[in-house]
């Protein structure tokens, strides 16, 4: 006598780019250190990195003023050697962020000495050097803005790759986010920016979202602030500007924060190729109530990664084939057995290229 086979398929079309958008991604137990261009961000990140799809990121700080945020200025202060220390000894500590003052306290050996304190209790620790925008930005000209990028993608060959040949074992990410403010400056020049009218309130403070810089030093308002953010997220997160709901600034909404982060983004994402956290994983559920059935599972994802499946305990045995092709990824995976009511998960995650 045959039994009937009955043929069940579930297709799955989605893109890995929408499904990030909607799995979080796992933060990080981070020390940030540095001076007030960096403070204002690392508090912002603490607050919206969930609402921006990051879970779990704690950031512990610890900050000074000026060039005493410097690596070298915050080894040289005690009270800040041992705040860190007691931090970095308990062996919890899985990035640690430092920034860029000047060539004189943000040496190589400067930053060394922070590496080299942090693993010795965590061994797998990251690192995330952040770099701002220069002091006294009232003081720049249309004409300044492309040496200023430069000399700020510059310190990656003189600063980020010997970092990275000393610690090949640690991921050393770059920031540059200064870049962000230098974008915003450059819209401002081309009066593309609306709301705003000043570069900044030099020779005093002032907080209007008027001015993209509190004072003559270059202390950040709102917008430079949340740019900056943004540019963090992406760097450190892979968080997708382009994917989140509108980041605006209160009294500036036709500010399209989102468009700035994505340009920047695209800028510094060579420099950090492979450093970023994997993609999360798909995680599919099925339910059946048969017996025998020929149960057939496909999806199609547009990335360049090879993907493998992981199922749980209950299954039975099954095969599984997978195919790249110019679209993307497509695979399939298929069981003949008897289910009786079952409920099956399946878990489709990135897996390195065998190449």
Known sequence: MMVPIRLLTITLLFTLVAFSADAAVQGYRGLFMGHSFFRPSAQQLNQLSAEWGVDGHIGHTIFRGGSNGSPLKLWE????????????????????????YSAENSRIEDYQQWFDLALESNPEIKFLITI????????ITPGDLEGLRLGTLALFDSLITPLRQRYPNNAVIFCPYGLGAYELIENFFDGELDGVEYLSAAPSSNSGDEYLFRDATGHANDLVTTLSTLTWANTLYGVDPTELDPVRVTNLPEVDLNSFAYEVGQIVMPYNEGLLPPEPPLLVRASFNTTRTHITLSWTGTSDSRYQIERSPDFGSGSWTLVETAEGVNGEMTWLDTVDGASMFFRIVPQASSD
Do not use: F, K, M, N
């Not at 308990?90 to 640690?96: A, N, R, S, V, Y």
């Not at 701002?132 to 003081?139: A, C, D, V």
């Open 77 to 100: 202060d005690s009270e800040v050697l041992q705040d860190a220390t007691d931090l970095l000894s308990g062996g919890q500590i899985e990035l640690l962020a430092l920034t860029y």
């Open 132 to 139: 701002p925008w220069t002091l006294g930005p009232h003081r």
